[in-house]
């Protein structure tokens, strides 16, 4: 009779899983972190030292997106080929490494143009050859990191949704994703209020060395808590049991080829599941990498508050604030779906991911409310951004479903290209839209806008229609839950 509270003990169920959920929360936080530390420094910061103009950084940010969808093409199936656990290492090394390089662009910049300090950077009178020359140099370094940045950064996403697959269910899948994609927002909400101020009393450089060194304690983190829950001393038989609970029915073979047998890279394209994941992940990402590239610049070019005043902050804060809450919500909605209406996982997130496709269309109200109170745009950003940040846990949880656990990886890897793709259009076209509209002032109009607010307008009601646009592509691609046979 004694016996019996060690054995009630010995059977409750244990949660490493939201443990290791939490080390990829941190993961996101810091990969977010590392790369608002250039769009909240360049307007105030880094443009008057270098004399950038919106058409330099747009190609940044672009070159980014771009380079970051080359590599992600590739990063998902390293991520399978590695594993998880020291493919995740790589991937935060390389990209805490690049972060902390942006720091030595300054002083390399004036060795290139041979100039003796930074004072005498500021000192050239913009619009001369001298001030063209410095731009060109300081861009061309800025883009280098950026690209190294990218490559360790390509592989946060397919790692994670990978562990992900890898310790829960698949109706926590969603839910799992939603949390640790939170992270994102997190990081945005984080970096205006520490970024700035870093920038502000140490220098801009020394924003990129701090903020860049928080990878490398989290790489301590995973090497200690991270193994696969089978062989994990963290995880007992009924928290194992919980985690295993969609084999049940399926063979002994089914489970191994779903755990060890990969998917061929070519062969991934013949699935109508990719290319729906695919579509997804296009028509949409760039919507996401706008708001978080080009917000900090919207509110000091539309309202005058840098991202260093009190104001700008504020803004900045509100924004993703809503975008967190809102988002952790967002990823709970499918399971209520499942587990209160008995739809299957897949149509639960479907029905989901449609709520949350009419949510963006409240961007074509930031422009023309911003004329009442910038606090709206704020909003109605925050909203466009939390209704993103939702939709897109789910879309990964899709890949979970259908495809093996061994393939997992190679296919975010995929989406993950195009979506950068479509980051680098909308983030390069509106560098060069923006710098367009302001030379053409009151000559350039849209919906009763001139100017640059009207490029932002324009760019606003692109993001307003993409996710029920990519929502009938994926309807249309995958009407239903079909699992991918290896």
Request: proline fraction near 4%; hydrophobic fraction near 50%; charge should be positive.
């Amino acid at each position: 009779m004694e016996i019996t509270p060690a054995i009630a003990v010995t059977a409750k169920k244990t949660n490493w899983r939201w443990v290791i959920c939490s080390l990829l929360f941190f993961a996101t936080t810091i990969n977010y972190l590392d790369r608002q530390v250039l769009s909240l420094t360049w307007k105030d910061f880094i443009a008057p030292e270098f004399h950038w103009s919106d058409s330099d950084y747009g190609a940044i940010t672009g070159f980014f997106s771009l380079f970051y969808a080359a590599i992600s093409l590739f990063a998902g199936k390293f991520i399978d080929w590695m594993g998880s656990k020291r493919g995740y290492l790589w991937a935060i090394f390389i990209w805490s490494l690049a972060a902390c390089l942006h720091a030595i662009c300054g002083w390399a910049t004036m060795k290139f143009v041979g100039l003796p300090s930074t004072e005498a950077l500021y000192s050239i009178k913009s619009g001369t050859a001298a001030a063209l020359a410095v731009a060109s140099v300081s861009v061309w370094l800025f883009l280098g990191c950026r690209a190294l940045l990218a490559l360790g950064e390509s592989g946060n996403f397919p790692a994670a949704i990978k562990v992900t697959a890898l310790y829960f269910p698949k109706k926590d899948r969603a839910f799992a994703t939603s949390i640790f994609n939170a992270g994102a927002s997190v990081g945005a909400l984080a970096a205006p209020l520490c970024i700035p101020v870093l920038a502000k009393i140490w220098g801009w450089e020394m924003a990129f060395i701090i903020i860049g060194a928080l990878g490398f304690v989290w790489m301590g983190f995973w090497n200690v808590a991270f193994t696969a829950p089978q062989d994990s001393r963290f995880v007992n038989k009924a928290e194992l049991d919980y985690i295993r609970q969609d084999e049940e029915g399926e063979s002994a073979r089914e489970i191994r080829e779903n755990n060890t047998d990969t998917i061929s890279f070519w062969r991934c394209f013949t699935f109508r599941q990719t290319w729906a994941f695919v579509a997804g992940k296009a028509m949409t990402d760039g919507v996401w990498w706008f708001f978080l590239f080009w917000a900090p610049a919207y509110f000091s070019d539309q309202f005058g508050f840098a991202s260093y005043t009190p104001m700008g902050q504020a803004l900045i804060f509100v924004l993703y604030f809503i975008v967190t809450v809102i988002s952790i919500f967002g990823g709970y909605l499918p399971r209520l779906f499942v587990e209160k209406r008995g739809m299957n996982p897949y149509a639960g997130r479907m029905r989901a991911m449609l709520i949350f496709a009419f949510i963006p269309i409240t961007a074509l109200f930031a422009q023309p409310l911003g004329m009442v109170s910038p606090w709206w745009p704020a909003v109605i950003i925050g909203l466009a951004g939390a209704a993103h940040q939702a939709w897109s846990a789910n879309l990964y949880s899709t890949i979970g479903d259908m495809f093996p656990t061994s393939t997992v990886g190679t296919i975010v890897g995929i989406g993950t290209m195009a979506g950068g793709v479509s980051s680098y259009i909308i983030n390069q076209g509106s560098g060069i839209l923006f710098d367009y509209a302001a030379r053409m002032g009151d000559a350039f109009s849209f919906f009763s806008f001139t100017g640059k607010p009207a490029g932002y307008m324009i760019v606003f009601s692109i993001c307003a229609v993409s996710y029920l646009l990519a929502w009938c592509v994926i309807k249309l691609l995958v009407p239903r839950y079909k699992k991918i046979e290896v």
